[in-house]
């Protein structure tokens, strides 16, 4: 089979991979992308529930998750938020703002991947879907030479950008993991990150009949605490405030949620017990939490009992389950529904300049397969374009 020489190969058509190609072929490198997917793009067109979470207008170290904590700075600041909103609005692609500053398309996601691959094509970039990659190596001619199904490839430089382990059902694997290894790079250990959590027999019997209920509460764990919204679902906990703490949580670890961040609920049930005395406690709560929620976290006597009937010990010990909810998840639902995964290519082995190999010359990892990952809201895309753009000004 002949080999088609090209300056640049990138493993992965989506969101890294992309931003990679369109800045190294604006620079006027003859870029091919490869990736076995049948379509460019499929975690862009599925995220954000169809609407892309695209970025956010507030980004720092702090939103990412890294043993390298340091490591995403200079990426981050050199194509930040606001280069790619200004990519964004040059293609007039109508977005909003939703709360913590995430930017969302009003339309479809569509329009991102639209825009990238226009963006491709517009600067050259070739890509090759279909394409199982067999065999990858580095020549001693200094090339790299990849086998694959749809014929042999070489290029002076080789960029990884073929994501993490969620959604094995949209092609993910381990390949980027592989490849790291194949080259001598340290891999951090995988897990799912930015997913519900299942429940242990007992809590999963109650949460299930109470699928579909809300709360806006503070949930923590040992490490930090979000404030956002929690989902009971007939799998067990899910919401935002959940999957961001499964990106924090260890496993065997108990969570605890305060299901009532704005009210001291110790001092309400003691000033309500002497003003409205026959009040249930159900009722004094309805306020603040849904009822079926209140009556299945008390049961039923507790709830229907008299705020007058209440000791005060017993007040501080409701005020305690109410604020202090503990919670000792069973496991997360696992790399079939995580956004994201944890750990990955030893950030310490790349440039933090550029995600070059610091021990294998044109050798690039990018995006999710690199042991950065961003906490929901727009953090994870920001990432692959801004380390995508970084590796495209060099490749
Ligand atoms: C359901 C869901 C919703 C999400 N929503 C958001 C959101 O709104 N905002 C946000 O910031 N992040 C979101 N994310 C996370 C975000 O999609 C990823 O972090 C981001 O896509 C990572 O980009 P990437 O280019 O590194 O990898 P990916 O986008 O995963 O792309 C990897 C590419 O490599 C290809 N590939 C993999 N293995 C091989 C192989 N062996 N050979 C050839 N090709 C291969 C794949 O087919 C794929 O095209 C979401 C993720 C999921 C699963």
């Not at 169809?50 to 998750?65: L, P, Q």
């Not at 709560?285 to 079926?292: D, F, W």
């Not at 000791?311 to 639902?333: M, R, V």
């Not at 030893?346 to 999710?368: H, Q, T």
Request: proline content about 3%.
């Amino acid at each position: 089979m002949p080999t088609q020489s090209n300056d640049v190969l990138i493993i992965g058509a989506s969101a890294s991979g992309l931003m990679c190609a369109i800045e190294a072929a604006k620079r006027g490198r003859q870029v091919q992308v490869l990736d076995h997917a049948n379509k460019a793009g499929k975690k862009i067109l599925m995220s954000g529930g169809g609407r892309c979470n695209f970025t956010n207008y507030d980004v720092s170290a702090d939103n990412y998750i890294s043993h390298n904590p340091h490591f995403c700075k200079s990426a981050l600041s050199r194509f930040s938020q606001w280069d790619f909103i200004g990519l964004v609005s040059d293609y007039k692609i109508p977005f909003h703002e939703r709360e913590h500053g995430q930017l969302f398309c009003d339309e479809s996601a569509k329009d991102i991947l639209t825009m990238l691959l226009s963006e491709c094509a517009h600067a050259g970039v070739q890509i090759q879907l279909n394409c199982d990659i067999s065999v990858v190596e580095k020549t001693t001619s200094g090339k790299f030479k990849l086998q694959t199904s749809t014929g042999n490839y070489q290029a002076d430089s080789l960029v990884i950008a073929t994501g993490g382990l969620s959604i094995p059902k949209m092609g993910a694997t381990a390949f980027g993991y592989q490849i790291a290894k194949q080259f001598g790079h340290k891999v951090w250990p995988t897990s799912a990150g930015l997913v519900p959590f299942t429940l242990q027999p007992d809590d999963k019997s109650w949460i299930a009949q109470l699928s579909g209920v809300a709360i806006n509460c503070i949930v923590s764990n040992q490490q930090t605490s979000f404030r956002e919204n929690i989902l009971l679902t007939h799998r067990g906990l899910s919401g935002p405030a959940i999957l961001q703490i499964s990106s924090y949580w260890k496993a065997g670890e108990a969570i605890t949620i305060n299901l009532l961040p704005d009210v001291d609920l110790n001092e309400l049930l003691s000033q309500a017990r002497t003003k409205n005395a026959n009040t249930l406690l159900k009722n004094t709560l309805v306020k603040y939490l849904p009822k079926r929620f209140i009556v299945a976290l008390l049961g039923d006597q507790l709830a229907d009992s008299p705020l007058q009937s209440l000791s005060q010990k017993k007040c501080q010990e409701i005020a305690k389950q109410f604020h202090q909810w503990q919670i000792k998840p069973n496991s997360t639902e696992g790399y079939r529904t995580a956004e994201v995964t944890l750990g990955g290519v030893d950030c310490n082995e790349l440039s933090s300049k550029n995600m070059e190999s610091s021990k294998v010359a044109g050798l690039y990892f990018i995006g999710e397969v690199t042991d950065v990952t961003g906490w929901l809201g727009g953090y994870n895309f920001q990432w692959a374009w801004s380390s995508g753009w970084c590796a495209g000004q060099t490749v």
